[in-house]
């Protein structure tokens, strides 16, 4: 059986799974060309594979539709709107993921932009090497409010940290969330307009799903504070960017702090990319050495156990 693995970081953390699977019998083709397949380069990789570990290559109904010997696929990660889960299982084919495999690496980057951000560090180190020494006044975390819209192990890493440093921190989510769970973690549950209103950050961990697209937008933004930050390291698409714009241009909101959009790169006349207050990643948040360990060591896992072939 074959498995076909895109993601490039198996090459450099994950070589260890790749024998662990070859050990069992399979027959396994992995992307060490260092550069992401184009999407004919995946399709004809695929057309044979019984089994895919998937990064952010589309999966839709035609690509699927393609692979008549696919019985399970893995997602590197945690979201799957790249792939069209309901038309894979509606083909028996098991969809997976690594759910807490780079949980703690997306929570310590939002950290660190709520660090950047207060401090001024980007505008600033940029301004030194610019031959400037301006001093900008920062704010202290201690004591901020931080709310989290969507409570799962992002969300949970996140709430540990921040109270760590003193931060109080409210949530919010569509599920119930046990008071014994609030108690563990020392957060409130509130209401989103409660979180939108009372909030001085507020860090996104939402799957982009019909519901969620664009549920931040310019009625939300009228109800953060005028000194709020916004951190989104869920999903382009979940925040509407050219509200996210408005608000940023006319003082609605103090900035914006992303690791995702909904354009991946951006076009390079993107208005977002000259703001001194919206600061972008490059969709690294769930990239340590660590998590990308982990998560090379869950997918193998789900693909052997799926595909029954684990002593």
Known sequence: MKVLITPRGFASYGLDYVEKMEAAGLE??????????????????????????????KMDQTVIDKCPKLKVICKFGVGTDNIDVSYAESKNIYVGR??????????EHVMSFIYC????????????????????????????????????????????????VG????????????????????????????????????S????????????ISTKEF????????????????????????????????????????????PTEDEPLLGLDNFLLTSHTAARTVESEKRTCEFSARIIMEQLQVLS
């Open 98 to 107: 690594t759910v807490g495999s780079n949980s703690n690496a997306v929570a």
């Open 222 to 265: 009228k109800q953060m504070k005028n000194s709020a930050c916004l951190l989104n390291t869920a999903r382009g698409g979940i925040v509407d960017e050219e509200a996210l714009y408005q608000a940023l241009t006319t003082g609605e909101i103090r900035s914006a702090c992303f690791d995702v959009f909904s354009t991946e790169p």
């Open 28 to 57: 396994v083709h992995y992307n060490d060309t260092g550069l992401a397949y184009s999407p004919e380069e995946f399709v004809e990789l695929a057309e044979d594979a019984d089994a895919i570990i998937v990064g952010v290559d």
């Open 167 to 202: 931060m109080t921190v409210q949530v919010n989510d569509v599920f119930d969330i046990p008071t014994e769970v609030l108690d563990e973690y020392r957060v409130e549950k509130v209401e989103l307009g409660h979180l939108l209103e009372r909030s001085d950050y507020i």
């Open 204 to 215: 996104l961990h939402l799957p982009l799903i019909n519901d969620t697209k664009n549920m």
């Open 117 to 164: 951000e207060s401090k001024n560090l980007w505008t600033t180190i940029r301004d030194v090497k610019n031959h400037g020494w301006e001093k900008p006044t920062g704010f202290e975390v201690r004591e901020k409010i931080l709310g989290i819209i969507g409570f799962g192990a992002i969300g949970k890493y996140l709430a540990k940290q921040a109270v760590g």
